[in-house]
C-alpha cells in the first residue's frame, strides 16, 4: 500500500498524488486516473505497478475530487486543464520520480491514456508511454512527433477511441520513428478497470503482460 505526498510543480507550487514504492525498483512510472478521479481503483493500479518492480506516482489531477456519476466526471474532465496537467501535474510527477535518477515512464487509462500521449510527445522527463484507450485531439498531441517508446491497448467497442481513430493513431505514428506497439481487444472502453461493468478478465490480463514485458525491455 502507498501513500499522498506532495510533489513540486515545475511552475511553481505544488501537487498532490499517491506513491506506491517498489523494493529494489527497475524505475518509475506514472500512472495517470480514468476521469473518475484518483480513487480506489487507480491507486490499486499503482500498487500492481510497485509490486512489479516500479515505483509509481499517480497525481490527483481534479485536486481531491473523485466521483461515480458518469456526468459529473465528464464536466470534471471537460474543465481539466490538459496543457497544464501535462507540463505540471505530470511533468512535476516525473522529476519527482527521477530525482535520484533511473528512467521513468507514464501510463494512463482512458483520460489518462490521451495525458499519456500528450506525455510522450510534449513532456522531456517521460522515457516510455503505455497508453490504455485514450487518444487526445490531434492539435493537442500530434503522435508523429512522440519521442518515446510507445505501447498502446484499446478495445473494438468504444464510441471514443473507436476503431477508426486507433487505426489513424497507428498510421500517425509510423514517422516519428519511435519504437510502437499497438493492440486492440475484444471488448469495450474500460476493460481494464476491474470494477467497471465492461471489465475484460482476459484482455486485462493480456494487456498487462504486454505491459509488463514493454516497461521490461524499455525502462
Known sequence: MGNMISFSRP?????????????????????LQEWWGLNDQIKGVADRVAAAGYTALSPDLYAGRVTQDPDEANHMMTGLDWAGAANEDVRGALQFLKQDGGKAGVMGYCMGGA????????????????????????????PSAMKVPFQGHFATQDDWCTP??????????????????????????????????????DAAALSWDRTLAFLAEHL
Do not use: R, W
Open 11 to 31: 511552475g511553481g507550487g505544488s501537487s498532490t498524488g499517491y506513491l506506491a514504492t517498489a523494493e529494489n525498483p527497475k524505475g518509475s512510472m506514472v500512472v
Open 164 to 201: 477508426e481513430a486507433v487505426a489513424a493513431l497507428e498510421v500517425a505514428l509510423k514517422p516519428s520513428g519511435v519504437v510502437q506497439e499497438v493492440y486492440s481487444y475484444e471488448g469495450e472502453h474500460a476493460f481494464f478497470n476491474e470494477v467497471s461493468p465492461a471489465y475484460n478478465a
Open 115 to 142: 495525458l499519456t500521449v500528450i506525455a510522450g510527445v510534449h513532456v522531456p522527463e517521460c522515457d516510455v508511454a503505455v497508453c490504455y484507450y485514450g487518444i487526445p485531439p490531434l492539435e493537442v498531441a500530434d
